[in-house]
């Protein structure tokens, strides 16, 4: 017995040693490609000697003689800290995923490559201006020369994951980094979810019901759109059409966003007679899906132009939002409408062809072949007709909108071959006043963006993009998707670039967007009827106002607020009949709970701060309450409305153009009244938060509901690992504070934090080098860099990094200083 101990003991500990080896072997594969940032290497295409310093947040700040020594510098520098991420956009942009991940990438392969988006990167090469394409080429070498280097030394594949994944690596090219320029667009993009749900609800309410639901923002109206169904009076009845399906999209890396997950941000401006030091102020923080690591990199460039600083995109040779010495900007999504959709009739004695004004015409057609990881091959038959690519019905929900005998395509600035919009980029980073800032918009095309921008004593702001030119008798004025035949429909080209809205040093002195409605001019001036926020931007109008003069601080006051006026519009209206009730119901009832609920509620005073149970009681609340109000008039349809709609509340309970019809439940026979279905919804919140949190309702903490949701994009889902490579942070804000936290409505964790400010800025003229900046994770893609995650603790808290120009300054504190040096002629 003895003896059988003694060899269980030894067969534990040596599976125990083995386990220990194997871990070691594993961590010291996966260290291998962390690089060192304290070396001196000798490379391929450089002119001149050139330093990469490397301040103590790991934020490289480039030294060298030409620009283009720069711009292979910061490629260089890219590789190193996010190879995996720039690998994975370039295949995403490509449509060749699945090739690395199998079939769970091929939806997404199939929308890309139906888009044709690298193609058309590759056309837009030569378009751009001759300082752009050798920043493109110098770029490209950089990142090449880091890629070599890997090979070279065999530095762990450049990245942990290439292990787990290994296909090769092919050299980076111009073509690449115009591609994921073009793949952020698609991400930012919205319009088409909001035609094909328009088209939808129209099929299943009537026309004031969907003016509710879908209204539009403040201001004024619209002409009555026609019957969606009407449109095709050869298939007149809704029932014709697919069903529609709100099933989470399972396809690995997909690029479109949920509704209400595109582009959103935040930027404001201050004229020096508003700030309180007589300069120039800008704040800017640009929303998107959180990830890890996060989209943005920070870094420093010295052109020949100037130095400039601030968020770059790895894989783009530029600066995207920033500053320099002299001039600054920032960037909202600008809402404009750049998308349509097209319902194709297809020639049913052919179906390679769709009814044009000239009659039935061909489609373009191209085969390409998707290959994919232990699996067959697939060949997709790509077609194009006049007005787009023809985009099956799978993807974003078409097929719920396309008659029998018609199919959809996709009209959208952002499919042009002739696309400057990288040059734009290039002109914007170098420019040195708000007029040259302006200038160099009119290159851009898409995806089209709000550009606040301050010189040391003015103020704009400017919308660049694309605006497709649409004709005054557009049967939907491109709000649903249009029958493509009719000639009033397509579009004649693009609008000039001073249509596009611009606003220049406004009496007020003040400036700003949080994605909310610039202006009112009638169709097809009409730049959107679609934005993004019609609440945020009440609390900045009153925080802006609030103040006589403004500061860094009071900037940073205003990035950081939290306070929803959302929840103090709403609750009082919804609850107005529910606060005061008589006696105390007897502990434990539901009356009882209710009561302590309402209690809190009424002492709050909206901030959405993490540490109190009220703002997780309002937004379980107000989500029961949406879902009672609009389940058994849209029934499945209803499902798409993940967050709450705080206009469409506020109609019902003001009861606007009759919209407290809502409240009534079809099926049942009495009439319910709005204060009832309030009353029914909290008590469905409290129960949900009884099941999920608990019933002490005064110990619940909103942020442990709404964490933001860092997560490793392809090992995120994997057992153990990701509790490596995901970072998870319990987060203040909401979906309508300027700290904008927007939740993911997702059963069954619907309040996690996943679409933020994954960058934050703020400028300050009067003291340029006091000037701030951070992004949400790190700089390093690498799990196992103390720089994945190290300037994620600072931006939970609401703190940020200094954004100096100083050399010294980064000098000072270094984490390593790398030196690259010419081995040779460039090639």
């Known amino acids: 017995m003895a003896s059988l101990f003694k060899w269980m003991v030894r067969g534990v500990s040596a599976v125990l040693v083995l386990a220990v080896l194997a871990l070691a072997f594993v961590y010291y594969l996966a260290s291998r490609s962390l690089p060192d940032y304290e070396a001196e290497r000798s490379v391929i295409g450089l002119e001149a000697p050139v330093e990469i310093v490397r301040d103590n947040h790991d934020v490289p700040h480039i030294f060298g003689k030409t620009d283009n020594d720069v711009y292979f510098a910061l490629g260089y520098a890219h590789a190193q800290d996010r190879l995996w991420q720039m690998v994975t956009m370039r295949r995403t942009v490509q449509g060749r995923l699945s090739e690395m991940f199998g079939e769970r990438t091929l939806k997404t392969d199939e929308l890309m490559r139906r888009l044709d988006l690298y193609r058309l990167a590759q056309a837009s090469v030569e378009a751009q201006d001759d300082a752009t394409k050798a920043a493109l080429t110098a770029y490209a070498r950089g990142v090449n020369a880091w890629l070599d280097r890997v090979n070279d030394e065999a530095l762990g594949r450049g990245a942990p994951e290439f292990f787990l994944f290994d296909n090769a690596i092919s050299p980076w090219v111009p073509a690449d980094s115009i591609a994921i320029l073009k793949l952020m667009g698609v991400q930012l993009a919205g319009h088409i979810e909001e035609e094909v749900l328009r088209a939808r609800v129209s099929l299943s309410l009537d026309e004031d019901r969907v003016a509710d639901i879908l209204p539009d923002m403040p201001g004024s109206g619209v002409a009555a759109l026609p019957d969606y169904a009407s449109l095709f009076p050869d298939r007149p009845d809704a029932t014709q059409f697919a069903a529609y399906d709100d099933s989470p999209e399972d396809a690995l890396l997909y690029p479109a966003a949920d509704r209400g997950l595109g582009g959103a941000s935040n930027a404001w401006a201050a004229a020096p007679d508003r700030s309180a030091a007589g300069g120039t102020l800008l704040a800017n923080d640009p929303h998107l899906g959180f990830s890890a690591p996060t989209i943005w990199y920070l870094a420093r460039l010295e052109l020949a132009s100037g130095a400039v600083i601030g968020g770059t995109l790895p894989g783009v040779p530029a600066v995207l939002l920033g500053r320099s010495a002299d001039f600054a900007w920032g960037l909202t999504s600008s809402y404009l409408d750049d998308q349509d959709v097209f319902i194709e009739k297809v020639n049913p004695e052919n179906p390679a062809e769709v009814m044009t004004p000239l009659g039935y015409q061909p489609l373009t057609q191209r085969s390409s072949i998707i290959r994919v990881k232990d699996a067959a091959p697939v060949t997709i038959n790509l077609q194009w007709s006049d007005n787009g690519p023809i985009i099956p019905g799978k993807h974003y929900n078409l097929a719920s909108v396309t008659p029998p005998g018609h199919v959809a395509s996709l009209g959208w600035t952002l499919l042009a071959g002739n696309d400057r919009s990288m040059t734009a980029a290039m002109k914007l980073m170098q420019a040195k006043s708000v007029v040259q800032g302006i200038e160099a918009g009119r290159d851009f095309v898409a995806p089209s963006q709000n550009v606040t921008m301050i010189d040391r004593d003015t103020i704009a702001l400017k919308t660049i993009g694309a605006m497709p030119r649409r004709d005054a008798d557009h049967m939907t004025f491109g709000r649903l998707p249009a029958p493509g035949w009719r000639e009033e429909n397509r579009w004649v080209g693009r609008e000039a670039y001073a249509a596009n809205p611009q606003f220049v040093s406004p009496s007020g002195g003040i400036v700003g967007n949080t994605n909310n409605k610039l202006l009112e001019r009638p169709f097809p001036l009409h730049v959107s009827y679609d934005w993004g926020d019609s609440q945020r931007i009440q609390r900045w109008e009153f925080l802006m106002q609030n103040r006589e003069v403004h500061t860094r601080e009071s900037f940073i006051e205003a990035q950081l607020d939290i306070v929803s006026p959302t929840a103090r519009n709403l609750l009082p209206l919804v609850g107005a009949d529910l606060w005061f009730t008589g006696e105390a119901a007897p502990e434990g009832t539901p009356d009882r709970k209710r009561q302590q609920a309402l209690d809190l509620l009424a002492n709050w005073n909206g901030e959405m701060n993490e540490h109190l149970p009220e703002p997780l009681i309002y937004m379980a609340w107000m989500r029961a309450l949406q879902n009672r109000l609009i389940r058994d008039e849209m029934g499945p349809l209803a499902t798409v409305f993940h967050h709450v709609e705080p206009i469409f509340i506020e109609r019902v ?175």
């Open 653 to 827: 309970y003001r009861d606007v153009d009759g919209a407290s019809v809502w409240c009534d439940v079809v099926q049942s026979a009495p009439t319910e009244t709005c204060t009832e279905i309030a009353r029914e919804a909290l008590d469905d919140a409290l129960l949900w938060i009884d099941e999920h949190y608990g019933s002490s309702y005064e110990s619940l903490r909103w942020g442990d509901a709404h964490e933001a949701t860092h997560d490793h994009q392809v090992l995120g889902d994997l057992p153990v690992l990701k509790w490596f490579v995901n970072i998870r942070q319990s987060t203040s804000g909401g979906d309508n504070t300027l700290l904008r936290g927007k939740t993911s409505g997702r059963d069954p964790d619907p309040f996690l934090n996943v679409h933020g400010a994954g960058y934050r800025g703020v400028y300050d003229f009067a003291d340029p080098d006091s000037s701030l900046f951070i992004t949400s994770t790190g700089q390093s893609g690498h799990f196992l860099s103390r720089h994945y995650d190290d300037l994620g603790d600072l931006w939970r808290r609401g703190e940020y990094v200094p954004m100096s120009l100083d050399p010294d300054l980064a000098r000072a504190a270094s984490v390593g200083t790398t030196v690259l040096t010419p081995a040779g002629p460039q090639n």
